[in-house]
Protein backbone atom coordinates (compact mmCIF):
# COMPACT_ATOMS: atom_id res chain seq x y z
CA UNK A 1 0.00 0.00 0.00
CA UNK A 2 2.86 2.35 0.60
CA UNK A 3 4.12 1.83 -2.49
CA UNK A 4 0.74 1.91 -4.00
CA UNK A 5 1.34 -2.01 -4.82
CA UNK A 6 -2.43 -3.46 -4.48
CA UNK A 7 -5.13 -4.19 -6.70
CA UNK A 8 -8.73 -4.06 -6.95
CA UNK A 9 -9.81 -7.87 -6.87
CA UNK A 10 -11.52 -8.85 -10.35
CA UNK A 11 -14.55 -10.25 -8.77
CA UNK A 12 -15.20 -6.41 -7.34
CA UNK A 13 -16.97 -4.49 -10.49
CA UNK A 14 -15.79 -0.66 -10.28
CA UNK A 15 -16.33 1.82 -12.76
CA UNK A 16 -13.12 3.83 -14.11
CA UNK A 17 -14.57 7.10 -12.27
CA UNK A 18 -14.71 4.92 -8.69
CA UNK A 19 -11.01 3.00 -9.74
CA UNK A 20 -9.94 7.23 -10.30
CA UNK A 21 -11.31 8.23 -6.89
CA UNK A 22 -10.52 5.36 -4.86
CA UNK A 23 -6.33 5.58 -6.13
CA UNK A 24 -6.47 9.40 -5.56
CA UNK A 25 -7.86 8.47 -2.35
CA UNK A 26 -5.37 5.66 -1.34
CA UNK A 27 -2.69 7.88 -2.65
CA UNK A 28 0.61 7.41 -0.32
CA UNK A 29 1.81 10.77 -0.91
CA UNK A 30 -0.34 13.22 1.03
CA UNK A 31 0.33 16.40 -1.75
CA UNK A 32 -1.00 14.05 -4.31
CA UNK A 33 -3.96 12.46 -2.19
CA UNK A 34 -7.53 13.97 -3.29
CA UNK A 35 -8.95 16.83 -0.55
CA UNK A 36 -12.59 16.35 0.50
CA UNK A 37 -13.89 19.17 -1.72
CA UNK A 38 -12.24 17.71 -5.03
CA UNK A 39 -14.12 14.47 -3.60
CA UNK A 40 -17.67 16.24 -3.73
CA UNK A 41 -16.51 17.46 -7.13
CA UNK A 42 -15.47 14.47 -8.52
CA UNK A 43 -17.64 12.76 -11.44
CA UNK A 44 -17.81 9.20 -9.54
CA UNK A 45 -19.14 11.07 -6.38
CA UNK A 46 -21.92 13.63 -8.64
CA UNK A 47 -23.27 10.49 -10.67
CA UNK A 48 -26.97 10.26 -9.18
CA UNK A 49 -26.47 12.40 -7.09
CA UNK A 50 -29.67 13.79 -5.41
CA UNK A 51 -30.08 17.41 -5.77
CA UNK A 52 -30.32 18.21 -2.12
CA UNK A 53 -26.83 16.43 -1.31
CA UNK A 54 -24.65 19.12 -2.12
CA UNK A 55 -26.57 21.38 0.48
CA UNK A 56 -26.88 18.72 3.31
CA UNK A 57 -24.00 19.49 4.98
CA UNK A 58 -25.18 23.46 5.49
CA UNK A 59 -28.70 21.96 6.38
CA UNK A 60 -26.93 20.07 9.41
CA UNK A 61 -24.80 22.11 10.66
CA UNK A 62 -27.90 25.15 11.47
CA UNK A 63 -30.37 22.47 12.71
CA UNK A 64 -30.88 22.52 16.69
CA UNK A 65 -28.73 19.75 18.11
CA UNK A 66 -30.98 16.55 19.82
CA UNK A 67 -31.10 16.97 24.02
CA UNK A 68 -28.65 15.74 25.69
CA UNK A 69 -25.77 16.31 22.71
CA UNK A 70 -22.69 18.91 23.13
CA UNK A 71 -22.66 22.08 21.24
CA UNK A 72 -18.94 22.81 19.63
CA UNK A 73 -18.28 25.56 22.25
CA UNK A 74 -19.13 23.01 25.50
CA UNK A 75 -16.52 20.39 23.96
CA UNK A 76 -13.44 23.50 23.23
CA UNK A 77 -15.01 24.80 26.84
CA UNK A 78 -13.91 20.90 28.21
CA UNK A 79 -10.52 20.42 26.19
CA UNK A 80 -9.42 24.20 26.94
CA UNK A 81 -10.23 23.04 31.32
CA UNK A 82 -8.47 19.64 30.76
CA UNK A 83 -5.07 22.01 29.08
CA UNK A 84 -5.57 24.22 32.25
CA UNK A 85 -5.74 21.27 34.59
CA UNK A 86 -9.10 22.51 35.84
CA UNK A 87 -11.43 19.44 33.92
CA UNK A 88 -12.67 17.05 36.49
CA UNK A 89 -10.76 18.76 39.38
CA UNK A 90 -12.24 17.09 42.58
CA UNK A 91 -14.27 18.63 44.81
CA UNK A 92 -13.51 19.08 48.19
CA UNK A 93 -16.52 16.58 49.26
CA UNK A 94 -14.55 13.87 47.26
CA UNK A 95 -16.89 13.86 44.35
Known amino acids: MV ?6 PSSVDVSSE ?5 MRMLSPDPHDRI ?4 VM ?6 TNLPPEATTMN ?5 AELPEGHQRAE ?4 LL ?3 KEGTAGARR ?3 Q
Do not use: S
Open 80 to 82: QAA
Open 58 to 62: EAYMR
Open 92 to 94: DDG
Open 74 to 77: DIRA
Open 18 to 22: GRDLL
Open 35 to 38: QLQQ
Open 41 to 46: LHPWFK
Open 3 to 8: NMQFAM
